[in-house]
């Protein structure tokens, strides 16, 4: 770097300093302008004030100044969108200074500030938000934003944040009316759409409703029931309508289907967007167009856990053939775990396997105390406790127990009681690896003794 250092500085030395530097590429010049007996940049320039159309700004003088070689300040605000600057003069005392007649619609101004001497020489410039004694130039700077700034910045900014909640308001109607959601998912679609333009609410009109899950279940788990026992599911949708538990649009879509099967299932899966109204509806409509008093029972149970669904399950098979289901539906219906409709719908089956299929599968729909009473139902015959001894111990499969009983029973002629049930006891324990009770073989030995 060069630098030009003149000391014992007099008027003399003021005037115009050029710096040319020159390569092969070519020739740059500077040119600086000594004022000799200008005074130095003012210092600490700041914004003390501001409203829509004013500004107050303050400032210390010059470094190196006592006060008595000021001649007064100059004090600027240059647009920052262009236009014309406001410039103003006060006194060599003052140290504050307002300006007014800003624009409001300016954006923001650029405000700067230099002293004049006594004879009259103006210093350069310090702009706001510069260091003293920086550049001094005209066009540079950090912008002083009126509070008007932030207005102004609001007031394009407002607009645009609405119109984006509208378009995303628009995308989601398109969706809504791409998948067919309108009236059900949709909170806004259901206001529209349930109220006419008069604000009365329109007939059949009706708003999403959230669903129970133990409901839901219910619907799930018997749903091929309802398929093929309800055979006019169009009374049922008729009367759902007329109890305004599902839109119009709703009721039309199912209305399309063309086969019983087609209508039912359909009618289901609307089911879900009526919430529990609908659900009780559906209910009562089975009892009261289709006398389906045993399907609507068994939808308003509870529901076993899945622990004890799965166990009844596991061993279904071997419950279908050794239960004796007169004696344990009587149980049942006398503790009322099954309600009458349950039960006679149960009797309704001409083979005992087919009444056992029914009775499992109508116990899935009640609780977990209502399967502690199967059990107990089940140990009410003194032929099948050892069935409860075994559905109500984790770990332990009926079918491969039942299967060593029936294997043994085939050997009976060859061993005698106590042989056969050691020799059954002890492949037991081969194949589960699971202690048995003795109760289930003495109950089994009893009766065929």
């Given at each position: ?149 932030t207005g102004q910045l609001l007031a394009w900014l407002l ?9 995303l308001f628009l995308l989601c109607c398109c969706c809504c ?273």
């Open positions: 770097t060069a630098s030009l250092q003149i000391t014992d500085l007099t008027e003399e030395d003021g005037g115009s300093y050029q710096c040319s530097i020159s390569n092969t590429y070519g020739r740059k010049r500077s040119t600086a302008e000594l004022q000799s007996g200008a005074p130095s940049y003012v210092t600490n320039i700041q914004l003390v004030d501001s409203g829509d159309d004013y500004a107050v700004l303050s400032w210390d003088p010059p470094l190196g100044s006592d006060g008595d070689d000021i001649g007064g300040y100059q004090v600027q605000a240059i647009p920052n969108g262009g236009g014309d600057a406001q410039t103003i003069d006060v006194g060599p005392g003052e140290r504050q200074a307002r300006i007014d007649g800003l624009n409001t619609n300016s954006g923001g101004y650029t405000y700067r500030v230099r002293a004049r001497s006594t004879q009259g020489t103006w210093g350069p410039w310090t702009t706001y938000g510069d260091s003293p004694g920086g550049s001094g130039s005209t066009g540079t700077g950090t912008a002083a934003r009126t509070s008007d700034s607009p645009l944040i609405f119109l984006l909640l509208l378009l009316l791409w998948f067919g959601l309108c009236g059900k998912y949709c909170p806004c679609c259901t206001c529209w759409t349930c109220f006419d333009r008069e604000g009365k609410k329109k007939a059949g009109a009706v708003r999403y409703r959230v669903m129970r899950r133990d409901h839901q279940e219910m619907l799930a788990l018997y749903r091929p029931d309802a398929v093929e026992h309800v055979q006019n599911p169009e009374k049922i949708t008729t009367y759902l309508a007329s109890t305004d538990v599902l839109p119009g649009s709703t009721v039309s879509a199912i209305q399309k289907q063309r086969t019983r099967e087609d209508y039912n299932r359909k009618l289901l899966d609307s089911l879900t967007f009526g919430g529990d109204e609908a659900f009780e509806g559906y209910c009562t409509a089975l009892r009261k167009e289709e006398k389906l008093d045993w399907l609507a029972d068994t939808l308003e149970g509870p529901g076993l856990s899945v622990g004890k669904r799965e166990q009844l399950l596991r061993h279904q098979a071997v419950l279908v053939e050794k239960m004796e289901p007169d004696l344990t539906l009587a149980h049942l219906s006398k503790q009322r775990v099954f309600t009458s409709a349950m039960a006679e719908y149960v009797t309704s089956a001409n083979m005992p396997e087919d009444r056992n299929e029914r009775i499992l599968h109508l116990l899935q729909s009640r609780d977990d105390a209502d399967f502690h009473t199967f059990c107990e139902a089940l140990r009410q015959n003194q032929n099948q406790p050892h069935l409860a001894d075994l559905l109500q111990e984790n770990g332990l499969d009926i079918n491969k127990a039942v299967l060593l009983e029936e294997k043994a029973l085939d050997n009976s002629d060859a061993l005698d009681s106590i042989g056969y049930l050691g020799n059954t006891r002890k492949e037991t324990l081969l194949i589960t690896k699971t202690p048995v009770t003795t109760t289930q073989f003495t109950n089994e030995m009893n009766p065929r003794n």
